[in-house]
């Protein structure tokens, strides 16, 4: 643990349990109302930065494991590699910024923030999210944007097959190729207005912007059951 009088607090992930790491960030943050926090040696290690509170950042020097910044409570999460399976999962507030890529589940059921992977996301990327944003700067695989809720995707790459199956809201870009899209998804023209977001969002968190966007939105067909629909529903299913 850091000494000295460099206001950041440098937790070398070598020598203490995650659930020590924890109990030192919150400690700082009773005890100093915010905490600036270095991580280093991380290894990939498993729920680094779990439910971390409002006036947190975090900076985590490695790749990390599972379900690192899960539950995030509206700190700031910056993490300098790739990371595993649930990343930023049920965050209900926050930032979470990822150099590398990115495993299974990034972003699921997100409420709000923004969840950044600067590389690849792996399947289901953003799957029920219920608010908030996730942006890719590279390539998302399978099922992504799965019965969301709520909430905006963008990927700045190509998006496998599946991408928004069973989607009931919520407003995902693409930059690049589009496989067989899910059920029930439906293209729309992108207003120069939501282009503008794009942009201004992508420069924000320093990820390069393809030439152009396809936005694809529910169909409802899905929103309540009809008979006529039901070859939909049996291909949701």
Partial sequence: ?????????????????????????????????????????????????????????????????????????????EIRGGVGWGLAESMRDGTVVVDG????????????????????????????????????GGNVGPAAGFMMQKGRIVVCGDADDGIADSMYEGTIFVGGRIGQPGSDVVEEDVSEAERGEILALLERWKVPAPARFRKLVSGRALWNFRKADLHVWKSAL
């Fill in 101 to 136: 890529d990115a495993a299974n589940a990034a972003a699921a059921s997100i409420r709000a923030g923004t969840v950044v992977v600067r590389g690849n996301a792996s399947t289901r990327a953003g799957i029920a999210m219920k608010g908030g944003t996730l942006i890719v």
């Fill in 1 to 77: 643990m850091s000494t000295t009088d460099d206001p950041t607090l440098t937790l070398d992930c070598d020598t203490l349990a995650t659930r020590e790491i924890h109990r030192l960030i919150r400690a700082r943050v009773a005890e100093a109302g915010s905490a600036r926090v270095r991580l280093i040696h991380p290894a990939a290690r498993h729920n680094l930065g779990v439910a971390m509170p409002e006036g947190v950042h975090l900076t985590i020097e490695g790749p990390a494991g599972y379900y690192a910044a899960g539950l995030n409570d509206g700190s700031t999460v």
